[in-house]
């Protein structure tokens, strides 16, 4: 049955189906044909999902990301990146790689910071003459490291689905973010001296404006360090954490850098609501997608699978990445953790993988599909902006895949360098 409710999802979805509907319509089936099961547990399910405290921090981050994106924090933050990288190669590739680093502690959304840096610094870095594939890869891939960095959506779901600690998430995605922002930076680099592209800056700064414009956006700077300080010795749980965020937001743009104004705050509000409907609706359909798998025994059928395939848990993890790649390309990064999470982490949990270094590893992949053709949410987003073709754009954002996945590679072999920070510090 289980089999036949994914063919009827991939039909809908290439009929043109909204994903979350896709979702709700092929699962519903599952319980209308059955002839055990009552169809009103899947409405159940449906409610069921929606009343999860932990689930609380989802909506509350969103809104703290809006809200911070309309309260002057992502202007301050831009000059900042500018000042830090503007005098490197490729200057304006380097500011914006930098900034999803930066923008990581604000937004969590990689589609959102994405389409902004396309319409912030893309049009000036093809008026400085980059390409629009190397431009679009850029901004594109970069956008990687906000979903990396906490506080990340997807971590959240992650923990919630498959029981795993949040705090411990978001402080294990604080190193592969920082790497991911030197690997990207590199590549960039390396493009921009072999295409001849220049810096932003002429020279570089001095540590008097290193210092000043640090200082202007320390608050930014000092949220992500609130919030991991807070979650660590237990002022709050990750639930409560958003709430602190859209406090802390409100504070920070009323109060401090008074930007925020009654109508920012409104659309902020509206943009939130948009974002909130639509995560909530794939959440609540989902849930009668796993209460379908697990009543199907698919856990427990992937594990015996897999376990006679390998018991080697490196070995496991570059099957199941292959997997998560593959699928990504096709998929909304929420749906496959959604879908995916409650199977793969009683399998890697069974073969001896921490569910917390997988977690990462798994988020990195499934996110880093919106970025790649055919139908990469983020690609779609940057490329429509600047009118660029999945061509061009596949050409130019080549090297930096390469190096995502490089990096993935590292993360999977050398499992304490994602794994030490968590483990010390909770």
């Known amino acids: 049955m289980t089999v036949a409710v994914t063919i009827t999802f991939l039909v809908l979805m290439f009929l043109g189906m909204p994903v979350a509907f896709a979702v709700g ?75 999803s680093c930066l923008m990581g502690g604000v937004s969590g959304s990689a589609v959102a910071e994405a389409a902004m840096e396309a319409r912030i610094l893309g049009p000036a870095m093809l008026k400085q003459g980059y390409s629009k594939g190397f431009t679009c ?32 998430l978001f402080i294990g995605g604080i190193v592969p973010g920082l790497l991911m922002t030197a690997f990207l930076m590199t590549t960039a680099y390396l493009i921009s001296v072999k295409r001849g592209y220049k810096p932003a800056l002429k020279e570089r700064p001095s ?43 409100v504070a920070i743009g009323a109060f401090v850098y008074r930007e925020l104004t009654w109508a ?3 659309d902020a509000l509206h943009r939130s609501a948009s974002d909130v409907g639509m995560i909530m609706l794939i959440i609540m ?18 594990t015996e699978v897999l376990a006679a395939v390998t018991r080697d848990p ?43 270094h997988f977690g990462l590893v798994m988020m990195t992949c499934v996110t880093f599909g919106g970025m790649t053709p055919p139908v990469g949410v983020a690609m779609y987003a940057v490329c429509g902006i600047l009118n660029c073709s999945m061509d061009e754009y596949t050409r130019g954002a080549y090297p930096f895949m390469v190096a995502i996945v490089a990096l993935v590679a590292i993360m999977i072999l050398w499992p304490d360098l994602v794994m030490f920070l968590p483990n010390a510090l909770m």
């Not at 709050?236 to 602190?244: M, N, R, V």
């Not at 490196?314 to 879908?339: D, K, N, P, Q, Y």
């Open 25 to 99: 319509v092929a699962t519903m089936s599952f319980f209308a044909l059955s002839d055990t099961i009552p169809t009103s547990i899947g409405i159940q399910r449906i409610v069921s999902a929606t009343q999860s405290f932990p689930l609380l921090a989802v909506p509350l981050f969103v809104l703290a990301g809006n809200l911070m994106n309309v309260s002057g924090i992502t202007e301050r933050l831009i000059h900042l990146a500018t000042t830090l990288a503007g005098w490197m190669r490729g200057g304006l590739a380097q500011v914006a790689i930098l900034l």
């Open 285 to 302: 359909f989902s849930s009668m997608a796993g209460y379908m798998i697990t009543l199907d025994r698919v856990p427990q059928s992937a």
């Open 137 to 168: 890869g850029s901004v594109a891939v970069g956008a990687l490291i906000t979903a990396t960095i906490p506080p990340s959506i997807g971590l959240i779901l992650y923990g919630f689905l498959g029981n795993v600690s949040i705090g411990k």
């Open 207 to 249: 540590l008097r404006q290193i210092a000043r414009d640090t200082n202007s956006c320390k608050w930014a700077l000092l949220f992500p360090v609130f919030l991991l300080v807070g979650i660590r010795y237990g002022v709050f749980t990750p639930s409560e954490a958003g709430a602190f965020a859209v406090a802390y937001a």
């Open 314 to 356: 490196t070995l496991l993890m570059f099957i199941l990445v292959g997997f998560l790649l593959a699928l990504g390309m096709f998929l909304e990064s929420t749906v496959i953790v959604l879908l995916l999470t409650p199977i793969l982490v009683p399998v890697v949990t069974a073969v001896g993988i921490d569910p917390v």
């Open 264 to 266: 920012k705050t409104l």
